[in-house]
């Protein structure tokens, strides 16, 4: 028993340090987008191609070349198609909007994926979950409210971003199974570089200043690039390890520690505090999510279905 207790306690312990880290990827591209003028789609290059080689560095002194072959190798670069959409997205959000404002609309992913596998996998959804999806929605609206004022159709890039991560989450259910975590994840890099290059020159062609491809003028702009992919890899790794700790119904709700670092962060660094309205919509966005992945854990465990989920791909978008 005390093995066990031992055990998830550091699950849980990784997890919050990849909360506590993974938001500082999102301030270094906020600090490189706005102080040092470089535009969302580079800073977001960089990120996937950083992440794809350190991720193929470890496979290959790991487990050596021959495990680099994907048995789904287009299942996954599909996921890196959507993995680079959401993160351009995402990216250039959080040039304009506060970093909190921008993850807590992210964070109504657990009630898309609810949504959509009732849609996409006619996974069976009660009135509870879908009462607790509409009142997260509702949320959502209270912190973009204010938002749209300010900010326009951008206020709307984080929830584009939810819901192609739950398209994202939809196909790992499919692809899960056929290839290993890291290898899943490189090739879903070499994915997310290609996206990112096509959306670069088709923002050259027509002109679109955050979708082109910005040279670093500083020493330390180069070594905030590298941090990025080095954050997201590392954060990766630590999400996987949490999930063999524990089980993902326990590790869920570490995941909105990553709100309250935003916040942090958000305030330090670029003097940015959520409003009152603001809070109310975090804590009912926080609230849904938590009442979503309780009540499905619940379910899991009253039909004798083991209780884990994709929780070890939280953050593979960014």
Known sequence: ???????????????????????MMDAIAKWLST??????????????VVQTLLTLLIIVALSGARSLKPAKLWGNMFRGVLMGIGSLCFFAAVKYMPLADAMAVFFVEPLMLTLLSALILKEEVGWRRRSAVAIGF??????????????GWVSLLPLATATLFAFYLIL???YGDADTPLVMQLYAGIGGTITVIIALMLGQIFGVSDMTLGRPTAGLSWLLLFAIGAIATGGHLLVVHASRLAPASLLAPFQYLEIVMAVIIGLVVFNEFPSASKWLGIAIIIGSGAYVVWREGKKRNATGATAEEPVEQVRDWQ
């Open 35 to 48: 102080v040092d003028s470089m535009p969302p789609a580079t800073v977001t290059l960089s990120r996937f």
């Open 138 to 151: 509702v949320g959502t609206l209270i912190v973009i409210q204010p938002s749209w004022e300010l900010f």
């Open 172 to 174: 790992n259910r499919r």
């Open 1 to 23: 028993m005390e093995n066990t207790t031992s055990q998830q306690l550091r699950g849980v312990s990784a997890m919050a340090a990849a909360m506590f880290f993974l938001p």
